[in-house]
């Protein structure tokens, strides 16, 4: 007979119970379907998902009230049973990426609208662009957020577009939804993503996506440099090395 564990913690207990549901059986619930479902209070199950969505766990629809989980579970290392978690799968690829382009290589997910910097490799150049693991910046103003962005299924794409408040950061920041949903298209088409100073002046970037075995882009590997170490000029050139690295990458961490 199996051994009944004691629950010392009961909206822990409640709290996974709702993250398992929604990443497991149900891509998105309303509180009143999560009570029902579970079989919860739905005062608890009310306060318990209003508390994931602030520790951004947890994204909630405004209009449908629906929630869903968000990609911040990917800065835990990949909670998903695999052998290999992102980062450690990327690795090799980012190294491969930085020995060709001798610029600071970065994987990067999405939280919300935020690109997020999972892990990075620093550039050898005695002038480099670096950031803090972690750090975030809107996805719209950089190339590894905007590579994510492009290649997302289309419904979840344009409700993310959607709410987007565009703000300027430099001269060149994409601040019209019309502009950036050209720039999306031309993600698309072309593979891969390129920011032009848009965050950050004098900073460039390109980046592609990393897919998982459903082709969902989990992630994006981008190099980063000074515009005059990665002129426009050299965009699809060196385009076409990152989505190699991100090619080599997909294939690494779907094994």
Do not use: W
Not at 78 to 97: D, F, H, N, Y
Not at 144 to 150: L, N, R, V
Not at 199 to 217: F, L, Q, T, W
């Amino acid at each position: 007979m199996a051994e009944i564990k004691e629950v010392t913690v009961p909206n822990l207990h409640r709290g996974m119970a709702i993250l398992e549901l929604l990443a497991t059986s149900q891509l998105s619930a309303t509180i009143a379907e999560l009570s029902e479902r579970l079989g919860y209070p739905s005062a608890s199950v009310f306060r318990i998902t209003q508390e994931l969505e602030n520790l951004d766990y947890l994204s909630r629809d405004p209009v449908s009230k629906r929630y869903t989980i968000t990609n911040k579970f990917l800065l835990l290392g990949q909670p998903q049973g695999r052998q290999k978690g992102l980062v450690e799968a990327v690795i090799p690829a980012m190294r491969a990426l930085r020995k060709a382009t001798g610029e600071t290589t970065q994987i990067c997910c999405l939280v919300e609208d935020k690109n997020v910097i999972l892990e990075q490799l620093i550039s050898n150049h005695p002038f480099k662009y670096s950031a803090e693991l972690g750090a975030r910046c809107p996805a719209y103003s950089c190339a590894p957020g905007k590579a994510i962005i492009a290649n997302l299924p289309e419904e979840e794409r344009k409700e993310l577009v959607d709410r987007l408040r565009l703000k300027r950061f430099t001269p060149t920041t994409i601040t019209t939804k019309q502009a950036f949903v050209k720039e999306l298209e031309k993600i698309v088409a072309s593979g891969f993503a390129v920011d032009h100073a848009e965050g950050m002046e004098g900073i460039h970037c390109v980046a592609a996506v990393v897919r998982d075995s459903k082709n969902y882009p989990i992630g994006s590997i981008t190099i980063a440099g000074p515009s005059y170490r990665l002129p426009e000029q050299q965009f699809a050139e060196i385009g076409k090395v990152v989505m190699d690295a991100t090619r080599q990458a997909t294939a690494s961490y779907c094994k």
